[in-house]
């Protein structure tokens, strides 16, 4: 007698749900119920609202700081395994926490480190996520990730603007890697910029190293927060003579004063990714959707099908 596996069922918590329901739209589903009772201390609990035992689900959600974007993430996978869904994929567009993947100094924690444990011992069997501040942190687990690259949205962008003397900068040295790939695949040239911080989120010095003077200048980041660095090295490109400068990232955190420093900034535009909810009366702001790319990979592993096309670099 054949088993006949049943389709998977889609939910989203609540800092996503706006994202979740594209998805689910993309992938030919509805978004699953959940209701989220609160207390008035502010705790909460979430409750799936319809039959989830033996299926598998996918649960959306970007892990943003504060810690509540995790906290719903936890609770929800929890709930799945107390109610005997089959298989509990994560799909976290953003994963937050990625900064602190290793101790750069004494007596701190490896924050990614013990958020993806936290996951795994949570229930969670597979992740999915796009853009990790450090490919690394998929060895942090011992279930499966597929690690999506945002360069499937952004490289098609950038080949329809038709850019002429194209140079792909990377605001720091640690996103080097990152900007040679793009270099190598739009076929242009490559600068870097060095900078030394104060403290976090605060920049004393920066210096370019590569010749930007007369060439329409990419940055390429994976996120932006506050956007100190990017407004600073488009500050600094344009007067070492580029044309233009304008700067990809794929999750925008946009804390602090990022909207007004961005709009007042030499920047042609931001472009970034839906994975985190964002403004979008700005200007200067261009926002890609997700959507299209999670439902097909998330399609691609329930008929356990390769994935390896949506992995441009």
């Given at each position: ?38 207390y008035s201390d502010g705790e909460f609990q979430p409750s799936f609202e319809e ?47 990625a900064r602190q993947d290793r101790k750069d100094k004494p007596r701190v924690p ?54 002429d003397n194209l140079c792909i900068a990377s605001p720091d040295m640690g996103g ?138």
């Open positions: 007698m054949s088993y006949h596996v049943p389709e998977p069922k889609i939910f989203a918590c609540t800092q996503s749900t706006v994202l979740g329901e594209k998805i689910a739209a993309s992938y030919g589903a509805d978004l699953g119920k959940v209701l989220f009772s609160r039959s989830i035992r033996g299926t598998r689900i996918f649960i959306i959600g970007s892990t943003n700081p504060g810690s509540e974007n995790l906290m719903e993430m936890l609770l929800m996978i929890d709930a799945a395994k107390r109610a005997s869904a089959r298989h509990i994929t994560a799909v976290m567009p953003y994963f937050g926490w490896i924050a990614a480190k013990l958020v993806a444990k936290m996951l795994e011992t949570a229930g969670a069997t597979r992740i999915i996520t796009m853009d990790l501040h450090a490919d690394q942190i998929q060895g942090f687990f011992e279930k499966p990730v597929d690690h999506l690259f945002a360069s499937t949205l952004f490289l098609p962008y950038l080949r329809g603007l038709n850019l080097s890697k990152r900007a040679y790939a793009y270099s190598k695949a739009l076929e242009c040239d490559v600068v870097i910029c060095y900078k030394q911080r104060a403290k976090a989120n605060v920049i004393s010095h920066m210096e370019l190293i590569g010749d930007v003077k007369g060439k329409n200048v990419v940055l390429v980041d994976d996120m932006v927060d506050t956007a100190g660095t990017l407004t600073k090295a488009a500050d600094l490109m344009m007067e070492r003579g580029a044309l233009s400068v304008r700067a990809i990232t794929t999750h925008g955190l946009l804390s602090g004063n990022a909207y007004e420093r961005i709009e007042n900034s030499k920047l042609s535009e931001l472009i970034i990714t839906d994975s985190i909810p964002v403004e979008h009366n700005k200007k200067k702001i261009k926002v890609l959707g997700c959507a299209d790319l999670f439902a097909d990979v998330m399609h691609r592993v329930h008929h356990n099908t390769s994935i390896s096309s949506k992995f441009l670099m």
